[in-house]
């Protein structure tokens, strides 16, 4: 039994040199190492990029720019050793299937759901915030959605139980009622998550090609922010460059930390790139690079703006523009925002299918959620299955209580 449990799976049987990879179907290869680094670059830059960048600025001061250096370096190690593994079983499974190979099947099997819990359970939380940004963004337009129809059920409930006024306590006392119970959903976050499923399902190349216009709308707009930003930095306020010394710059390394998470479900991608013991390595650390620099700018532009104690908001971006009087630039933070999340959910969500596609060739799932779809060449089932799993929790469960699911995956 216990051999049974730390058994390892040959890496020949795992890429499939010893016949049909995993002794299912394959899926088809498309992607090039453009590819590979702008979804890199799609999953880094998130909703996180938007939000702990504020709290690192506040701790650290404008010597944050150090934190944002080690912890490319930390992630760089962690991404050659993706990048190996890639190299050496490059089908899809990320962590899961290095697992399986190097420490055996209880490990294998901790780590799959491991990854379901950071993936698919971390979109239903990155959902929420998108639907956040969007709703604020129609408002920014003049059009303006119902309260019951942009917020989720428990978050209501609580808001109204508690006495608060708000979101929450207008979306309960005006929600429409069927058969007695209170009809409040967040509809935003259930369309993006319903759209995103539908793209994912139709193929990687469909895929691929909306996340690089994404990334290209990303950089695009952080690129205008640092130009128009860079008019109004005032180099006094980085003095001094590290206002609570060097344990000042470390008290943010969990929100930079987070701000870098993503670049790992490339590897999940493996078994569809052209080239992946070439492509996967470079692709990694291609999108680490970038991503560093344009974190670092950032860091400099937003302490360059105003004063380091002003950045310890939700969003910095937002908040550094309106305190310098540039409302035009809000309306285009809010829009970058709202594709950068949109990316995350792209690429977690090709993750993730993968991953429980790796598990059923394996034996640790039905073979159902090994299937490939004949047009598609897709994971069609597996994909179904973790729209769902975003989707359902959506009507009734709240941000907190997902985070903290997202936080111990």
Same mark, same amino acid.
């Given at each position: 039994?216990?051999?049974?449990?730390?058994?390892?799976?040959?890496?020949?049987?795992?890429?499939?040199?010893?016949?049909?990879?995993?002794?299912?179907?394959?899926?088809?290869?498309?992607?090039?190492?453009?590819?590979?680094?702008?979804? #890199?670059?799609?999953?880094?830059?998130?909703?996180?990029?938007?939000?702990?960048?504020?709290?690192?600025?506040?701790?650290?001061?404008?010597?944050?720019?150090?934190?944002?250096?080690?912890?490319?370096?930390?992630?760089?190690?962690?991404?050659?050793?993706?990048?190996?593994?890639?190299?050496?079983?490059?089908?899809?499974?990320?962590?899961?299937?290095?697992?399986?190979?190097?420490?055996?099947?209880?490990?294998?099997?901790?780590?799959?759901?491991?990854?379901?819990?950071?993936?698919?359970?971390?979109?239903?939380?990155?959902?929420?915030?998108?639907?956040?940004?969007?709703?604020?963004?129609?408002?920014?337009?003049?059009?303006?959605?119902?309260?019951?129809?942009?917020?989720?059920?428990?978050?209501?409930?609580?808001?109204?139980?508690?006495?608060?006024?708000?979101?929450?306590?207008?979306?309960?006392?005006?929600?429409?009622?069927?058969? #007695?119970?209170?009809?409040?959903?967040?509809?935003?976050?259930?369309?993006?998550?319903?759209? &995103?499923?539908?793209?994912?399902?139709?193929?990687?190349?469909?895929?691929?090609?909306?996340?690089?216009?994404?990334?290209?709308?990303?950089?695009?707009?952080?690129?205008?922010?640092?130009?128009?930003?860079?008019?109004?930095?005032?180099?006094?306020?980085?003095?001094?460059?590290?206002?609570? #010394?060097?344990?000042?710059?470390?008290?943010?390394?969990?929100?930079?930390?987070?701000?870098?998470?993503?670049?790992?479900?490339?590897?999940?991608?493996?078994?569809?790139?052209?080239?992946?013991?070439?492509?996967?390595?470079?692709?990694?650390? &291609?999108?680490?690079?970038?991503?560093?620099?344009?974190?670092?700018?950032?860091?400099?532009?937003?302490?360059?703006?105003?004063?380091?104690?002003?950045?310890?908001?939700?969003?910095?971006?937002?908040?550094?523009?309106?305190?310098?009087?540039?409302?035009?630039?809000?309306?285009?933070?809010?829009?970058?925002?709202?594709?950068?999340?949109?990316?995350?959910?792209?690429?977690?969500?090709?993750?993730?299918?993968?991953?429980?596609?790796?598990?059923?060739?394996?034996?640790?799932?039905?073979?159902?959620?090994?299937?490939?779809?004949?047009?598609?060449?897709?994971?069609?089932?597996?994909?179904?299955?973790?729209?769902?799993?975003?989707?359902?929790?959506?009507?009734?469960?709240?941000?907190?209580?997902?985070?903290?699911?997202?936080?111990?995956?």
């Amino acid at each position: 039994m216990l051999n049974q449990l730390f058994r390892k799976k040959p890496i020949g049987a795992a890429t499939g040199s010893e016949g049909e990879i995993h002794g299912a179907q394959s899926l088809g290869k498309h992607l090039s190492l453009r590819d590979l680094t702008f979804f #890199g670059i799609a999953a880094i830059i998130g909703a996180g990029s938007f939000s702990s960048m504020g709290t690192a600025c506040f701790n650290g001061g404008p010597g944050v720019v150090f934190l944002f250096i080690l912890c490319a370096v930390a992630c760089g190690f962690t991404a050659l050793c993706y990048a190996d593994f890639a190299a050496r079983v490059p089908v899809s499974g990320s962590a899961y299937t290095y697992a399986y190979v190097s420490f055996g099947e209880l490990f294998a099997w901790i780590i799959g759901w491991a990854l379901l819990m950071e993936y698919s359970i971390g979109n239903i939380y990155v959902a929420f915030a998108w639907s956040g940004y969007f709703t604020n963004l129609l408002d920014g337009l003049g059009l303006h959605m119902p309260e019951w129809l942009t917020i989720n059920y428990t978050a209501a409930h609580i808001a109204f139980d508690s006495g608060t006024t708000g979101e929450g306590t207008t979306a309960w006392n005006t929600a429409p009622m069927l058969a #007695g119970l209170r009809i409040i959903f967040d509809l935003p976050a259930f369309a993006i998550n319903a759209f &995103i499923t539908w793209l994912v399902y139709t193929g990687v190349k469909e895929s691929r090609n909306v996340s690089n216009i994404m990334v290209v709308v990303k950089l695009a707009i952080i690129v205008l922010v640092i130009i128009v930003g860079a008019a109004y930095v005032d180099i006094d306020n980085w003095t001094p460059w590290m206002p609570n #010394g060097f344990s000042g710059v470390m008290a943010g390394v969990s929100a930079v930390f987070f701000a870098y998470i993503g670049f790992d479900a490339v590897s999940t991608l493996a078994e569809e790139s052209k080239n992946p013991q070439r492509d996967l390595p470079k692709g990694m650390i &291609i999108s680490l690079v970038v991503c560093t620099a344009v974190y670092i700018v950032l860091a400099l532009v937003l302490t360059g703006m105003v004063g380091y104690k002003q950045l310890g908001v939700s969003d910095p971006l937002a908040e550094v523009f309106a305190i310098r009087g540039v409302k035009w630039m809000l309306f285009i933070v809010s829009i970058a925002a709202v594709v950068a999340m949109t990316s995350v959910m792209l690429v977690f969500q090709l993750g993730q299918p993968r991953i429980w596609m790796s598990m059923s060739r394996d034996g640790l799932l039905p073979k159902r959620f090994a299937s490939i779809h004949p047009r598609y060449k897709t994971p069609g089932f597996s994909t179904i299955v973790t729209g769902l799993v975003v989707g359902i929790p959506i009507f009734f469960t709240d941000e907190n209580f997902i985070l903290d699911f997202t936080s111990i995956g």
